[in-house]
């Protein structure tokens, strides 16, 4: 007699577990659990098998080949499609010219087969269903039999109400092969939606055969997880291959060159696969754990389940757990009951992984993260939401609805309930998307929204100086990743959050810790208008349009396809310019502008500058907050430059006063500056820090290196719609061109490159950096900057990349290229010590 093997589904209700491997091949205490239904057809004397394959039929094909390793004789039949149960079997007629079993390649059972065959022969059955009493009746199909055990009705996930037998169909049965004749040939065809169905209709002789026994569908984790519990628990025995060892009141199964140091502490019963070290104290119980596996002193699993090559440090907690093969635990990991970590993932140190959490394939959790959603997609988990004042990540993958919904309850809990928030975002309709998910968590602590909807940064920055809001947040699309978007947060006077301010919110999120307001006291949604003629009145009042009036400027602008450009047009013709507005319509699902496309976009816009004569060109970033320049030649301003350019204009224009530039800015700004009778305040070169520092009255202009700009007159804010004004305001007053101004301003030789570096080794290799600058001229307002006198050198950690910068600056080009050499060589050096 032969059986059939169903071994072809897909495995979806148990995923991750199923990511690399058929579901039949997962491991029940280190043997895949189809083994365990070969060896359970072995022993009633069952030896010639069809497996039926779909879903990576090879991985099952290459472990029993032809069966001979197991004293079996395997056949395989591999569909073209999906054909359902019965159907499959019908794809292996030719194989089963006799009466056959059929047997499910995911189950575990210890079911007397000869019995059920016996009582299939005795009765003459054309088909008998073996059935089992169960607790819950409800998940399976529940078979209704009479006196003389023949199937009188099926009910097919029944509800209480119809419930009136708790036996259900277990997947095994016995078979005729006259059953052929009413399967059709190539079609989706399932044994108990629709061959038994027929069988009872015809009056075909269908039997049920009830089995006390044990009997577990492995169809979910839980159920993987539990089956492993009986295991331990001796509610069914099982072949397992490791070596039994005498010892009293526990059950300790050892592999082939097992080290194990300390046998007092595994308690239960304990399966340790071939090659695998317990090392000092680790203590273990009721667990199994797979081959080539290392557990380090003072590790405790309670429960689990450890595949293949899994290393786990010291102090690491796990209960329940399950660890798929290839995974690394941190020191000090702890996992809560029901977790499930994936194929080749690595958990850094000290993180905590809640309760039920599943990790798929190939993911990095950050040392100290705290995983409270299943990570699906994603490739990282990061053990802080915030990235200075944004969170970003992968639209509709890390940056799902639920999260978002979840995000806005945990910021919506730090403010004061019956407080206000504005709420803006760009064009995109991911934007709009995840922002209506987040406003949803808002309102359900009791705060109010006033909805921006489409609006430039800078408006919503400006409305916020006014009184009102308690904060704000802003969605938009990532600039140098179409499929990330950035959610930006605001305090009350509209300058980014602070760290203290994004931890605030972290805490919250992560113990999940919300305020729920009383169904009578959810927050509203409302709209604001006059934002932007507010914004106009303000703007014009900061602007000296007799300049621009006198002559006629004419500039073009590039808007991205941001909302910017149905304001600043306007805004510049009320000051007198010619405006030649590109890419100025709105697009929602634009892509706009990463690393080549700008690129081309600034050659296309130096070409029209230069073609219709105009005096200058700007390119504004989609946010509306940072510019590029392009001077009445076609010559590119950015970066350095442009901030230079910007100082000279200023100074030209007769301001006086304190200039903001970060750390990494060249001196020329110190040079041109003293001339004038102004002075320099170096920052940080957060965003954060220059806006604080242009908080004092003194400043008249804080700069980034990045073309951001904010004129505290105006707005204590980085405002690009601002800074082409007073760009062209300065020019026009003037009255020199742009590529003049360049030529006049002493510029020296300015280099800069990043460099690789894992953020565990960041803090290292500054180390390395300080210690070596001892004996030198340092400063450590932001990073280590060395100076060698009118020269110098800026290492400076990325804030939110795996990066260490590097900035020179020397008055000649030769010994600018030497110094970034040297410095290169040395981080790459310590990095080399340091691994």
Known sequence: MKAVIMAGGFGTRIQPLTSSIPKPMIPLANRPIMLHIVELLKKHGITEMVMLLYHQPDVIKNFFRD???????????????????????????????????????????????????????????????????????????????????????????????????????????????????????????????????ILLGKGDP??????????????????????????????????????????????????????????????????????????????????????????????????CVVWDNVYIKKGAKLVDSVICSNVSVGHGVVMDEGVIVADDTSIGDEAYIRKDIKIWPKKMIEAGAIVSDNLIWGVKWKKSLFEGAMIRGLTNIELTPEFMAKLGCAYGSTLPKGSFILAGRDAHRSSRMLKRSFLGGILSTGVNVRDLKAIPLPLLRYKLKTF????????????????????????????????????????????????????????????LANVVDFYREGFLRAIDVVPTKKGSFKVVVDFSHSPASQILPALLTAMGCEVVALNAYIEEQSDDTKGADLSMRLQQLSKIVVALEAQAG?????????????????????????????????????????????????????????????????????????????????????GSMLGRFAFPRFQNAFDGMFAIAKAVELAASKGTPLSKTMQEIPFRAFLETKITCVWEMKGAVMRKMSEDSVDKEANFIDGIKVSFGEDWVLVLPDQAQPFIRIVVEAKKEETARTLLKEYRDKIESWKKELS
Not at 159 to 183: A, H, K, M, Q
Not at 221 to 239: C, K, L, P, V, W
Not at 493 to 515: A, H, L, P, T
Request: proline share 4%; charged share 25%.
């Open 206 to 303: 269908l039997f049920g055969y009830p089995v006390k026994g044990y009997w577990r569908d492995i169809g979910n984790t839980d159920s993987y997880r539990e089956a492993h519990h009986d295991i331990f628990h001796g509610r069914i025995n099982i072949r397992i291959d490791e070596e039994k060892q005498d010892l009293l009141g526990k059950d300790i199964r050892l592999g082939a060159d097992v080290r194990l140091e300390d046998l007092s502490n595994l308690e239960g019963t304990v399966i340790l696969g071939d090659n695998s070290q317990i090392l000092g104290s680790a203590q273990i119980k009721d667990s199994t754990i797979g081959r080539n596996c290392t557990i380090e002193a003072g590790a405790r699993l309670y429960r």
């Open 67 to 197: 069966g001979s390793d197991f004293g079996i004789k395997v056949e395989y039949v591999t569909p073209l499609q999906d054909m359902g149960t019965a159907g499959a079997v019908k794809c292996a007629e030719k194989l089963l010219p006799e009466r056959f079993l059929v047997i499910s390649g995911d189950l575990l059972t210890d079911f007397n087969l000869k019995k059920i065959i016996d009582f299939h022969v005795e009765r003459k059955a054309m088909a008998t269903i073996t059935l089992t009493p169960v607790k819950d009746p409800l998940q399976f199909g529940v078979v209704i039999t009479d006196k003389e055990k023949r199937i009188t009705q099926f009910l097919e996930k029944p509800g209480w109400g119809e419930v009136i037998s708790d036996t259900i169909n277990t997947g095994i049965y016995v078979l005729e092969p006259e059953i052929f004749r009413y399967i059709p040939e190539e079609e989706n065809f399932d044994f108990s939606h629709d061959l038994f169905p």
């Open 468 to 527: 009102g809001e308690v904060g704000g947040v802003m969605f938009r699309k990532a600039q140098d990743d179409p499929a990330t978007t950035e959610i930006v947060f605001l305090d009350a006077d509209g300058i980014d959050f602070s760290s203290s301010m994004g931890k605030n919110v972290e805490r919250i999120f992560f113990k999940e810790n919300f305020r729920r307001a009383h169904h009578s006291e959810p927050g509203a949604i409302s709209e």
């Open 618 to 702: 700007f390119w504004l970033n989609p946010t509306a907050e940072s510019i590029i320049l392009v001077d009445e030649t076609g010559a590119v301003r950015s970066g350095a430059e442009l901030l230079s350019l910007m100082t000279a204009l200023s100074l030209q224009g007769g301001a006086k006063g304190v200039f903001a530039a970060p750390v990494s800015a060249p001196s020329v700004i110190e040079r041109i500056a003293s001339e004038k009778g102004c002075t320099v305040r170096r920052t940080k070169s957060s965003e954060r820090s220059m806006i604080e520092a242009s908080l004092s009255s003194e400043v008249v202009l804080a």
